[in-house]
């Protein structure tokens, strides 16, 4: 078992921007999520760039999400394995904050949620797996990287299980990869491209827990601005688009999650 990191404390929410941001929720009829790891921080499942992030404990975690170290190296892809079974989405559940997007979306209010997190975890709170844009993939899946081979994670799981540390694709000998996007893979086009137009069609964007770094995904949230969206911004620390956000709001999410979208 990987040990769990405790959350990182968030500074407390501020009361009048949580109630600026509830009215904005309740008159908004297209709102666009994006998510980044720090939503699932209270589900157990530690981030990468937080205090206790996976890469600021251990800088050299990084090399395994690196596709340029994973398809060279078979040690990588060993301990790339092992870490996929020990990862702890397997056993997370949602938290507060992802129930109160599912409750945003039986509100009818909720356009597309836009995720990096690789947990399954917006689908397991209740969202329709369809709204869920998932641009960095999911851990659930397994696919070759050298034919179209995808299958679900057990199927290799059980393989590893079995002795296998590094099972290749069993219909073209290939690398099997966990379906996500390494740094240095390219993202899928269409996935990213309806990310975009969500981003332009939404009245209000809704920024969670991401220190909006990673691109091309993290450009989501000035286009929809750019298209006349509010923009709001729930994160514990600053992001470089806070001065263009019409409210930021550094409090933990699984308090303020429920508090701005009437769960
Ligand atoms: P990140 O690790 O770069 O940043 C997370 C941010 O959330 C940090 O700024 C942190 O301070 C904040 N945060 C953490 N817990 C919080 C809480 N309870 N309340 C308020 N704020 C909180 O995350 P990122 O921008 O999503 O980028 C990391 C990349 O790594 C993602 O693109 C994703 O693909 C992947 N990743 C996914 C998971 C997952 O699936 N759960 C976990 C780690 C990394
Ligand atoms: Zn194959």
Redesign the pocket.
Known sequence: MIPVPA??P?PPADAAAIERVRRWIDAASKVTVL????????SG???????Q??WTTNPKAEKL?DIRYYVADPEVRRLAWQSRLAHP?WTAQPNR?HRALATLETRGKLHALIT????G?HQKAGNTPGRVIEV?GT?LFVACLDCDWRGPMERVAARLHAGEADPPCSECGGILKSD??SFGQSLKPGVIERAMRCAQECDLMLAV??????YP?ASVVPLSKRFDAKLVI????P?PFDDIADAVI?????E?LPAICGA
């Open positions: 959350v990182p968030a998510t980044g790891a720090g939503i699932s921080t209270e499942i530690p981030d990468f760039r937080g205090p992030g996976v999400s989405a904050g990096q997190n690789i947990d975890l960095h851990v996500t996007i827990g991401s220190t909006l770094q990673v995904v729930v994160n514990a620390q992001t550094a409090g933990s999410i699984g303020v």
